[in-house]
């Protein structure tokens, strides 16, 4: 079955640490995603992916990083310099579903600060 | 600034009829989504409005007026199933998805 994966589900944080979230898609689409969902709050976008090697940032990048060196992968690194880092991360590739381009969303990894 | 408003939560009973409205301004306008995401879990795609009018997908509609920045979902012969959030996007001129913050649907039997 062709999808998006996401692992760790749960991640924890010290202080000063980096850590890094795994995305993962089958799906042969182009286009990935990082938003960032808090409670409250609508999906906020990190970082984004139109095609492999090429990266752009999206509304609220400081403190993290990615790489996109495979189509299929677009891990997302939260660094020490994030400092409220605690909030659902959810990576997302674009597709279409019958005629509508629209997004396909892994289930998401919740990262807690300890 | 772009901006998408939704009710923060509702409240219907099983086998009712429920609408959800949202009302948006964004800098230009490429279409209208709406997501369902159970608690803790990845949104779905439920549909996509462009043009002005109705859009009917089994028990769920959604209805677009672009004059007004305005759309509505609605969810007909509620089930238990149904409880999630809804969440409203809409895609600006530059082909980025805006979000809402998502209404909170609870179904009472």
């Known amino acids: ?114 | 600034g772009q901006n998408i408003d939704q009710p923060t939560e509702m409240t219907a009973t099983e086998g009712a009829i429920v609408q959800i409205n949202c009302t948006y301004q964004t800098s230009g306008f490429n279409g209208l989504f709406w997501y369902q995401q159970h608690a803790g879990e990845a949104p779905t795609f439920l549909s996509y409005n462009v043009l002005d009018g109705l859009e009917e997908k089994g028990r769920f509609s959604s209805f677009l007026s672009r004059s007004k920045g305005y759309s509505y979902l609605l969810l007909k012969e509620l089930q238990m199933k149904d409880s999630a959030s809804y969440l409203c996007a809409v895609m600006d001129s530059n082909y980025q998805l805006i979000w809402g913050a998502g209404t909170k649907l609870i179904i009472k039997p």
């Open chain 1, 1 to 114: 079955d062709g999808g998006i994966t996401q692992s760790p589900k749960y991640l924890f944080r010290k202080e000063g640490q980096n850590v890094t979230l795994s995305c993962e898609q089958n799906l042969n689409h182009d286009a990935m995603y990082w938003y960032r969902q808090d409670p409250g709050q609508g999906l906020r976008l990190i970082y984004y992916s139109q095609i492999v090697n090429d990266f752009q940032k999206g509304d609220i990048a400081e403190g993290y990083s990615v790489s996109r060196e495979k189509k299929e992968s677009f891990p997302l690194t939260v660094t020490s310099a994030q400092k409220n880092p605690t909030a659902f991360y959810l990576c997302a590739s674009t597709g279409l579903a019958g005629e509508v381009e629209t997004q396909y969303f892994g289930p998401g990894t919740r990262l807690l600060v300890l």
